[in-house]
């Protein structure tokens, strides 16, 4: 399976904890974006990253968070000291990047978060 | 920063050809229509994508008039594995071509045996 990965697909934490997710987009893809999506709502964009560089992070995304792609390859999200609020299915995707068409994003499979 | 609105629900029963429109009236010359099907605890699945007129794949139709101002998705017979939700997007497109894209709450289909 060539598409978008997500590990780990399911995490329960306690408030408090620090929690990282990782992301590998699809090979060759030079854009990444992370979105939240929360129970009946459509996923919101958190932040985009142009190879390693991240070109744009909405305002969604607080000092708690944090987002890499060190290599310009796979993705990590961090969250610290975790809130009941960010319990939410965390969503990553990539895009080609090409010029001349629409630039279609490609979502993986989510990693669910659980705060208690 | 394009919006678009679409129904919040739709019904069909198995075999019909669904037909979800979605207004996007502030989509500008360089966005590109886009929507995505998911189901519940999943993500986001590409459907199909277009600028103008007519574009068809394997799984769907997208109708974009002349204006652009309203797309319309069309899935031909569904079935009861067709039940998801439905995302219309349009992206805004930035310098050098990424296109931020704003999802809505999105169409539930529910396909009824």
């Known amino acids: 399976d060539t598409g978008v990965s997500q590990d780990p697909r399911h995490k329960i934490t306690k408030r408090g904890q620090n929690v990282t997710f990782r992301c590998d987009p699809i090979s060759e893809h030079n854009r990444l974006y992370w979105y939240r999506q929360t129970l009946g709502q459509g996923p919101e964009f958190l932040t985009y990253f142009q190879n390693e560089a991240q070109l744009e992070k909405s305002r969604l995304l607080s000092d708690r968070f944090s987002a890499e792609r060190p290599k310009g390859s796979f993705s990590t999200l961090e969250i610290q000291r975790t809130e009941q609020g960010d319990s939410a299915m965390y969503l990553c995707?990539?895009?080609?990047?090409?010029?001349?068409?629409?630039?279609?994003?490609?979502f993986g499979p989510g990693t669910r978060l659980t705060v208690l | 920063l394009a919006k678009t609105t679409q129904p919040i629900s739709m019904d069909s029963y198995e075999g019909q050809e669904v037909n979800i429109t979605c207004s996007h009236n502030n989509i500008a010359t360089n966005d590109y229509i886009t929507w995505y099907q998911q189901f519940p605890s999943q993500g986001p699945r590409f459907i199909i994508q277009g600028y103008k007129t007519k574009v068809t794949n394997e799984v769907a139709s997208l109708f974009i008039p002349a204006d652009r101002k309203s797309s319309t998705l069309s899935l031909p017979r569904v079935s009861l594995s067709d039940t998801a939700v439905y995302y219309c997007?349009?992206?805004?497109?930035?310098?050098?071509?990424?296109?931020?894209?704003?999802f809505g709450t999105g169409t539930k289909l529910q396909v009824i045996p």
């Open positions: 997007l349009v992206g805004d497109s930035h310098s050098g071509g990424y296109q931020k894209v704003t």
């Open positions: 995707a990539s895009s080609s990047g090409l010029a001349g068409v629409g630039d279609t994003q490609y």
